[in-house]
Each structure stands twice: as structure tokens, then as C-alpha cells.
């Protein structure tokens, strides 16, 4: 059977798109709009935000989400180009891929840095 | 080959606004937009969280500015959008056989909620609410 790569970005796209399911709205709620909101101030102060991703355990789930989240972003990403459009898929694909390892790369070094 | 082969007339860039059925396609494959930057910024907000108070307060700065805030609430809109279009091909995904029967695709989604629901009210409490 030929091998190909096709299996890896896409069960990276799936599983990232089934974590993303279930932990970002409420994500977004309390990092994006309660700022705003003014709600959780204690919890996004910088003393009590420092100490919760200085935990091992924090550290590696918030990696595994972000990664995911990346990978998942940037395999959909690739489809909605070709959906507008786009015919320059293996460019595109590139691009998206490179971008999400990036982005992968410097979660990494944010979160070891805290 | 025939010699006037039938050429289907659909715009390559608008196609997804010509049926119902292609513009809730578009507008979950559009979530991926909003994943992505919301990935960023919060890539961004760890990066500065770890060069000190005064980055992270910068950070904050930028998420409760008027343009953050408009992101974050298009972000949560797409990202519900997401979390139910994921869910809704459960029963298509994830074939559960037990004995001679599968277990049913709806009790499978409503699971998937009961997750979904346990995960928000744990990072709600981490969060300091609820």
C-alpha cells in the first residue's frame, strides 16, 4: 500500500477539531470576553495566571490544545482556500503547515518560559 | 469525449452562497479563521505572560480593546458554530457496536454534550465562578 502523509495532517485536523469542540467557547469566554466583562479579574490577574501555567500539569494540556487547535486550523484553513477559489494547493498546504508548526514551535517556548 | 460536453455554471468563488446546504458548510469550515487567530493570541498572551506584569497587563489591554472585543464575541459565535457542526456528525464518526446492535448515534451526541458541559463548568470553576 502506498504510504502517504494525507492520514497524519487529517487525524491531527480531527482530533484538533474534537478538542476545539469541546474546550474553546468556554475558553473564549473567560480569556476573551470576561476581561471585557470584568469578570474573573482575580483569576487573569498576572500573579494568579503565572502560578496556574507554572503547573506541569497546566503546561502540557494547555500545549495539547493549542497544537491541536493550530493543526486543525490550518488543515480547514487549506480546504476553505481551495473553496474560494484558490487552486494552488500545494503551496497553500505549505504555507498553512508551516504555519501551524510555528505556531506549535512557539507555544512550546511561551509555555516553558513561564 | 463528448462534443459538447455539459459545463455545470458555478462561480469557483461565490458556489457557497448558491444553496442552504453550502452556506452552513462554508460558515463551519469559516470557523477554522477564528480558531486560528484566537490560537495566536492566546500563543501571544502565554509569550508575554512570561516577560512580566507589565507585557501581561499589555496583553489584557489588547483583548478588552474594542477590536478584541468584537473578535472574541465573533470568535465565540464560530466557535459554538463549530462545536455543533462537530457534534452533529457524531453519529457518522463514531460507530459504537455493542453485542448485535450499535449503540444509537443520538444517545452518542447528547454524551458528547454532557462532556462538553462538565469541561465548561470545570474551567469555569478553575476560572473562579460557578
New interface residues.
Given amino acids: 500500500m502506498a504510504k502517504s502523509p494525507k492520514a497524519i495532517f487529517w487525524l491531527l485536523f480531527a482530533a484538533g477539531?474534537?478538542v476545539?469542540?469541546?474546550?474553546?467557547?468556554?475558553?473564549?469566554?473567560?480569556?476573551?470576553?470576561?476581561?471585557?466583562a470584568g469578570?474573573?479579574s482575580?483569576?487573569?490577574s498576572?500573579e494568579t495566571?503565572?502560578a496556574?501555567?507554572g503547573n506541569w500539569l497546566v503546561k502540557i494540556i494547555?500545549f495539547g490544545i493549542?497544537s491541536l487547535?493550530?493543526w486543525?486550523?490550518?488543515h480547514?484553513?487549506r480546504?476553505?482556500a481551495h473553496?474560494?477559489?484558490i487552486r494552488a494547493d500545494t503551496f497553500v498546504a505549505q504555507l498553512a503547515y508551516f504555519?501551524a508548526g510555528i505556531?506549535t514551535v512557539?507555544?512550546l517556548?511561551?509555555?516553558l518560559?513561564? | 469525449m463528448s462534443r459538447n460536453p455539459y459545463v455545470r455554471k458555478m462561480?469557483?468563488?461565490t458556489?457557497?452562497l448558491t444553496h442552504g446546504r453550502y452556506r452552513s458548510y462554508?460558515l463551519h469550515?469559516?470557523?477554522?479563521?477564528f480558531?486560528?487567530i484566537?490560537?495566536?493570541?492566546?500563543?501571544m498572551?502565554?509569550?508575554r505572560?512570561?516577560?512580566g506584569?507589565e507585557e501581561?497587563?499589555g496583553w489584557?489591554e489588547g483583548?478588552?480593546s474594542p477590536a478584541?472585543?468584537v473578535?472574541?464575541?465573533l470568535?465565540?459565535a464560530f466557535?459554538?458554530i463549530?462545536?455543533v457542526s462537530?457534534?452533529k456528525v457524531v453519529p457518522q464518526a463514531m460507530r459504537i457496536q455493542r453485542g448485535e446492535d450499535f449503540v444509537p448515534g443520538q444517545l452518542l451526541v447528547r454524551a458528547?454534550y454532557g462532556?462538553?458541559a462538565g469541561?465548561?463548568v470545570v474551567?469555569?470553576i478553575?476560572?473562579?465562578?460557578a
Fill in positions: 477539531g474534537t476545539t469542540a469541546f474546550v474553546l467557547p468556554v475558553m473564549i469566554l473567560v480569556t476573551g470576553l470576561a476581561p471585557a469578570l474573573f482575580d483569576a487573569l498576572y495566571m503565572n496556574f501555567v494547555l493549542l487547535a493550530a486543525h486550523a490550518a480547514r484553513l480546504v476553505v473553496d474560494f477559489g504555519m505556531a512557539l507555544a517556548i511561551a509555555l518560559a513561564v | 462561480s469557483k468563488t458556489w457557497f462554508i469550515e469559516l470557523s477554522s479563521f480558531v486560528a484566537y490560537t495566536g493570541i492566546l500563543i498572551g502565554l509569550l505572560l512570561g516577560s506584569p501581561w497587563a489584557l483583548v478588552t478584541g472585543i473578535f472574541h464575541l470568535a465565540f466557535a459554538i463549530h462545536t462537530w457534534f458528547h462532556v462538553l469541561v465548561s474551567v469555569l478553575l476560572a473562579g465562578i
